[in-house]
């Protein structure tokens, strides 16, 4: 994305900060390099300072200053670390508060890719550093216009994979073929090639105790059959072929019977998902545009009806990432569990909500993509999964 220096300028003038001060060192902060769109070999400090006013400038170092020559503002090349501290002292003298890749007592790790020796360097300048965190979520995870079509095609095409993948299990099951959990995946990344999509890694499918594990990866000498009486977790996620390709992410549970088979526990456990995530849904809903949400308090509301129904403790991740055209994005993640992210959802925001329940001899998960939007938020990936679907 270009960068966009008035609409920079203006956020900071809005949330009475001084500047942005972009510091970077061998390409380790990440956000830093692709906000200044620079790339190849990094191997020296450099700082881009955008100011609530004015120009921005950047101190560089004379043998990467090519790298920078055609960023907007001023450019000047510092010599030695003695040097760099000189200018760097000059270009934040008069500044008081500023915005960097920091982040409060490591809560929110995503963004803190400053390490602790600059930011001590930038607050003994008498400078008072806070996180870049907002400003990073609102420049670089906000969707454009194109991004949400190419989502919304994205999330339709999973939908429609989802009910074919059921169906070709089904199938499966009647004539007494024998499906592993690895053949599901293969026929689910075949649909993708159908339809021009990629994934960074492959689409999951988890039967029994396998879905009690979220990040299982099924392989072909050891992936488990899908026989009758078993339950079937499918997850899958993907992009269109394109440059403003956006992921979409959905997650389905299923049962190799009848719905009279489902064991009673299973119906009971997908119930108490299916209540959390309705509850996420309504509480971003009911706030709309009025009140601003973080990812930590959606996450509270989902996780709190989980905690209720006895099932807390098995409840081990977050309750939703950022999705962008990575799969998991840089933007808010609906947590408040593995970090507490007080990061605001904006409009142009996707996220997922999922909720799990994770057991040693069965697992459970509901997933779903939302959009933040100038109306308020907007679910992407109906239907809603409600119950278990029965494949016989």
């Known amino acids: 994305m270009a960068l966009n220096i008035r609409a920079i300028q203006q956020f900071l003038s809005e949330h009475d900060l001084d500047g942005w001060l972009l510091a970077d060192f061998h390409g380790r902060n990440t956000i830093a390099t692709e906000m200044l769109q620079i790339s190849g070999m990094l191997t020296r400090r450099s700082f881009y300072f955008i100011p609530v006013t004015g120009e921005p400038t ?4 004379p043998i990467e200053s090519a790298k920078f020559k055609d960023l907007p503002g001023k450019l000047f090349a510092y010599n030695g670390w003695k040097g760099l501290e000189e200018n760097l002292a000059q270009l934040l003298n008069g500044q008081k508060t500023i915005a960097m890749e920091y982040s ?32 990073v979520a609102g ?26 993948t059921h169906e070709y299990i089904a199938k499966s099951l009647k004539n007494g073929k024998t499906l592993t959990e690895y053949d599901v995946v293969r026929f689910i990344l075949g649909e993708f090639d159908k339809r021009d999509m990629e994934t960074a890694f492959p689409p999951n499918c988890s039967v029994d105790a396998n879905a009690g594990d979220p990040h299982y990866e099924p392989q072909l000498e050891t992936a488990q059959a899908i026989e009758k009486g078993r339950l079937v977790l499918i997850d899958l996620w ?72 006895g099932y807390g403790q098995y409840f081990t991740h977050r309750t939703g990432h950022s999705i962008t055209g990575r799969e998991h994005g840089e ?47 907007e679910v992407t990936t109906l239907p809603l999964q409600e119950k278990i679907v029965p494949l016989v």
């Not at 950047?58 to 170092?61: G, S």
């Not at 440059?243 to 009673?264: H, K, L």
């Not at 509850?279 to 973080?294: D, E, M, R, V, Y």
Request: aromatic share 6%; glycine share 8%.
């Open 58 to 61: 950047a101190l560089i170092n």
């Open 104 to 135: 409060e007592r490591g809560r929110l790790p995503y963004v803190g890719l400053v390490e602790a020796g600059t930011i001590e360097l930038v607050r003994s300048l008498g400078v008072t550093v806070v996180s870049s965190a907002d400003l």
């Open 139 to 164: 420049f670089k995870a906000r969707l454009s216009p194109g991004q949400i079509t190419a989502h919304r095609t994205a999330a339709s095409d999973l939908v429609a994979i989802k009910s074919l």
């Open 238 to 309: 993907a992009r269109s072929r394109q440059p403003e390709g956006v992921y979409a992410d959905i997650t389905w549970m299923a049962f190799a019977g009848s719905e009279s088979d489902i064991p009673s526990k299973y119906v009971e456990i997908f119930n108490v998902l299916v209540r959390a995530r309705d509850a996420a849904i309504a509480h971003l809903q009911k706030a709309g545009t009025s009140t601003p949400l973080t990812g930590a308090e959606v996450d509270d509301v989902c996780r709190a009806v989980v905690q209720d129904a």
């Open 331 to 377: 933007g808010p993640n609906i947590d408040n569990l593995e970090t507490e992210d007080k990061r605001l959802l904006q409009p142009g925001h996707l996220f997922s909500i999922e909720p799990g329940i994770y057991m040693d001899d069965c697992g459970f998960r509901t997933e779903i993509n939302v959009l933040m939007t100038e109306d308020g938020a």
